[in-house]
């Protein structure tokens, strides 16, 4: 069993990466020379930083760390066929049967060094019988003196644990094995015995190695070079019916198309194709290729077509039943194909939908998201009539004293609460003909906008006598009316 755990390359200065956990930075990783300072995982960076002034830090990136560990995963494979994750820093290899390709255990060890150390990586290697050996092995030692010579935190136990331990005197793994069982399990439950057994092999601990995911692409190889886009846009048809059917079979659609197109001269130029919504039908598909393999130099002749779904996402099987729901069905397909032909041109993300949000301020009330990587929101809870134009508040000028209709007594803009008869805006001078309101929004005070300073308003719906619809507010404690939207 060998275990492998690969760490950064070490450098003079002591380095370390942090990250934030329950509202406190802490050391995520560290290199060597932050070891020999005293420093260690899990230490709070500002007691490190005490300990180490002249520390370097970067914040860390655990889904980077994740995908290159799944990198190596598969760079390890050609080792042995038995390949899984051992935590979140490390692999494990059930290297059984493999290790006389390489010449032996030593060797296939170098080996491994060697390659590792040529991209700029260092490995801590372990070698044991079992998995729990070769992690021990792996972080506290290098098997010479055997296993029972090392700490008992060598048994992948909690620190707890290893201190309660300690106490008792139980040091070593050789100290804790010369112990009565019985006693043990009684104070530390079954997991101390369980990880003691696992490492010196009376129970077994499987490697399970990780699947590979399935990959959704497709080539095809030319007995004589072609270059016209129609023969191009053919062996693409001639392609997408096996891919559609791999992501039928996985009850997944495609997001993201690449059509890589081999030349003659070694070139290999690319057509990508991001989707609206996922899709593994290749009759709509297909001709959304059309603009981008039309733009394509084909040089001296392609040779050699390759498709693949760089990005697929879950589509699952649906059923259809009549023919009504079926032409139903095709509505939002229609939609999704217009926002990706419109996409291919001008960029999916320039093509955005309204969607509601949680607020009764007119400005916060909507937010704006791509249509392709949005669903639809038809929940549009509004206290009232919102104008289908909103743009930022501009005060009206008055003109005058004049009568509101419906409103008894009408003012000048910005001396009343009540609409102004006449005013100016846009250069316009416009007569109030209806006014509804008011309707009465407050300001969210846990949200700082500027513009809602002024605190209370008091909103409008007008109609003017020249065909403007417009809807303005009056803010009672700094007195003054204002235009925000305009109504169709």
Not at 90 to 116: C, I, K, P, Y
Not at 129 to 143: I, L
Not at 154 to 164: F, H, N, Y
Not at 340 to 354: C, H, K, P, V
């Amino acid at each position: 069993m060998l275990r492998v755990r690969p760490l950064a390359r070490p450098d003079e200065s002591p380095f370390a990466l942090t990250l934030r956990a329950k509202n406190t930075e802490r050391i995520y990783c560290l290199n060597a020379a932050a070891e020999r300072q005293g420093l260690r995982r899990g230490m709070s960076f500002a007691d490190a930083r005490a300990f180490c002034p002249d520390l370097l830090s970067q914040p860390a990136r655990p889904d980077l760390d994740a995908r290159f560990l799944a990198t190596l995963r598969r760079w390890a494979t050609r080792y042995c066929p038995w390949v899984g994750y051992e935590g979140e820093d490390g692999l494990v290899l059930d290297v059984t049967g493999s290790t006389h390709l390489w010449g032996g255990e030593a060797e296939m060890l170098a080996d491994m060094q060697a390659r590792a150390r040529r991209a700029g990586l260092t490995l801590r290697l372990g070698l044991g019988e079992t998995r729990g050996a070769a992690w021990a092995f792996a972080h506290f030692g290098d098997g010479q003196a055997g296993l029972t010579a090392l700490p008992v935190a060598a048994l992948r136990l909690e620190d707890r644990m290893v201190t309660a331990l300690e106490r008792l005197g139980l040091r070593t793994i050789g100290d804790l094995s010369a112990a009565a069982r019985a006693p043990l399990a009684r104070r530390f439950g079954p997991e101390l015995l369980l990880r003691l057994d696992q490492a010196m092999g009376d129970i077994p601990e499987p490697t399970m190695p990780e699947s590979e995911p399935p990959r959704f692409a497709v080539r095809m190889s030319l007995p004589e070079p072609i270059g016209l886009a129609e023969d191009v846009m053919g062996i693409t048809a001639r392609l997408l019916a096996p891919l559609c059917d791999k992501l039928k079979a996985q009850e997944m659609g495609a997001r993201r198309l690449t059509l890589t197109l081999r030349r003659v001269d070694q070139g290999s130029p690319e057509v990508e194709l991001r989707l609206a919504a996922p899709m593994r039908d290749p009759h709509r598909i297909l001709p959304l290729f059309t603009r981008g393999v039309g733009e394509v130099d084909a040089g001296f002749g392609i040779d050699q077509i390759r498709l693949e779904a760089t990005q697929v996402e879950p589509l699952p099987v649906q059923q259809i039943g009549s023919r009504h729901i079926g032409a139903a069905a095709q509505a939002p397909d229609r939609l999704n194909d217009l926002i990706t032909r419109i996409g291919t041109r001008i960029g999916l993300e320039q093509i955005q939908r309204f969607l509601p949000a949680d607020s009764h301020i007119p400005e916060r009330a909507f937010t704006m998201a791509a249509a392709a990587f949005s669903t639809p929101d038809s929940a549009w809870a509004l206290p009232g009539p919102r104008p289908l134009r909103q743009f930022p508040p501009e005060p009206i000028a008055s003109h005058g004293a004049g009568h509101g209709a419906g409103h008894g007594a009408g003012h000048g803009a910005g001396q009343g609460a009540e609409p102004p008869a006449r005013f100016r805006w846009r250069r316009m001078t416009l007569s109030t003909g209806r006014a509804v309101g008011p309707e009465r929004i407050a300001p969210e005070w846990w949200l700082p906008d500027e513009n809602w300073r002024s605190g209370l308003r008091d909103y409008w719906r007008i109609e003017t006598r020249e065909g403007r619809r417009l809807w303005l507010y009056y803010t009672p404690q700094n007195p003054g009316w204002f235009v925000q939207g305009e109504f169709a």
